[in-house]
């Protein structure tokens, strides 16, 4: 049987794009992607899923205490029944509840080396702090800010006359290469987690 993800977003949804380029191609094999949903209505992913037949739903987060929402959320992962669920620019903390409900089996994507710059502007907070290395982190989702253990992360040198801009994107052309190649390692369970380190079976950081 397929090996399922969700992926949740709230916006532009490359990530989920490039999720569904490695499956369309086979680097993400015997897996599909089974929900998206998106917790803004008009979030452009929701209609780059449905162009790919895909579906998606947007379940609004307007108004809703946090906990509320997140058991709606739960509800409708729990009809299809995911592997792995997938942040994807999702602008939530998600809930203990959400995180127990699913724990070990969520993964998000940050623009940064964590644990430096968490949070909102991730690559603007790198070049207002005068770093050379920026970078994306792909990790387990725990009850805090960008914070569970990490998968597997890349790093991009910073230029002198980087803007947030051209540094997000060439931070992004990394985060599409490591988020599906994350999300397989975890999928084919080719990894262990010792304390906080997320120890890869090839022993080379990046194979699994
Ligand atoms: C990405 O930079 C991701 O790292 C961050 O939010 C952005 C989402 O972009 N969490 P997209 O919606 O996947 O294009």
Do not use: W
Request: charged share 25%.
């Amino acid at each position: 049987m397929k090996k399922r993800i969700a992926v949740l977003l709230s916006g532009r949804g490359s990530n989920f794009e490039a999720l569904a380029d490695s499956i369309a191609a086979g680097r993400l094999p015997d897996t599909e992607i089974v929900l998206v949903v998106s917790n803004r209505e008009g979030a452009p992913g929701i209609e780059k899923a449905r162009q790919r037949g895909i579906p998606a739903r947007v379940i609004p987060s307007k108004g809703l205490e946090r906990e509320a929402y997140d058991r709606l959320v739960v509800a409708a992962l729990d009809e299809v029944n995911p592997d792995l669920v997938c942040l994807a620019g999702f602008m939530r903390l998600l809930s203990p509840y959400f995180v127990e409900r699913f724990r070990g089996r969520i993964l998000n994507i940050h623009p940064s080396l964590l644990p430096a710059f968490p949070g909102l502007e991730a690559q603007r907070q790198a070049l207002e702090h005068g770093v050379k290395f920026a970078g994306c982190t792909v990790h387990f989702v725990d009850e805090n800010l960008d914070a569970g253990p990490i998968v597997l992360q890349a790093v991009v040198p910073i230029r002198d006359d980087d803007t947030p801009d051209t540094l997000s994107a060439r931070i992004l052309d990394e985060e599409h290469r490591i988020y599906p190649e994350a999300a397989r390692i975890v999928l084919e369970g080719h990894y262990r987690i010792e304390g906080r380190r997320v120890i890869l079976e090839s022993g080379e950081p990046g194979k699994a």
